[in-house]
């Protein structure tokens, strides 16, 4: 990290959402110190602490915080509905309110309590190939799925794929895969969802920029948008990631994402880790 005088204290909070892992600084009333390279250092599972994002916290003049998201590839991710669950978990409790405001680059987010969870409208989704108007055949060799994803923008880029087995579904060789695609200028995030009825999906995730993870919010909220879309789901749905159960809502103002955060330590980074990087 390029200090001239590398901060001596680097305090974070590591938290998940459905096994879905951040790293989070809260950096409101000081200077943003996340980098690519500081990123990827702190992403790394053996010499760093690991994460699928890293999440910072900023003074906000238009919302009750700003909210930044970074991969572990040290990539920006414009959208992240787990860690905003999470982030929005803990500014509820700061504030004692039951409804604050973030601001992401996807625009200003409302995280609401409810009960134990904590439920986010995740905006209006994006369709990105409009002219088709749903879904485009993508030409990936020997695909074994239906090769007529349907592309929802949540913020960030999604691909659905609908498939038989999910369970079966080798999501890490076609997750690499379709991410690295032509047809995605700007790379995407692929998801492959099993419609178990008209309430219930299974989903499994490859993320863009971090491969696969136990859950992801806005990719949720693609899979639910998608699976509508096609006619094989109601708006309000259930799904099973493999980190467990988050309940999508597609209504007027948005897609609504519920579901568990979870505060699993605060530490802080050593001056020495943060010299090296
Ligand atoms: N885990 C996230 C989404 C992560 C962003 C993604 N990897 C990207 O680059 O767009 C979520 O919960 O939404």
Redesign the pocket.
Known sequence: MQHEHPPSRLPFLKMH?LG?DFVIFDSRGSAAVVTPELARAIGDRNRGVGF??LAEIRSSDMADIDLD?W?SDG?R???????TRCVGRLILDETGKDEVTIRTERGILIARRAGDEVSVNMGHPQLMWDEVPLSRPVDVEHLPLDGDPVAVG?G??HVVFFVPNAEETDVAGWGRKVEFDPLFPQRT?VEFAEVRARNEIRMRVW????GI?L?????ACATAVAANLRGLTDKKVRMEVDGGWLTLDWREDGVWMTGPTQLVFKAEFDASFLERV
């Open positions: 959402g879905n699928d994002q998201f991969n990539s991710a414009g959208a992240c509905g787990n860690a949540m960030n880029p995030n993320e863009r920029g971090t993870t859950a992801c919010g806005s990719g």
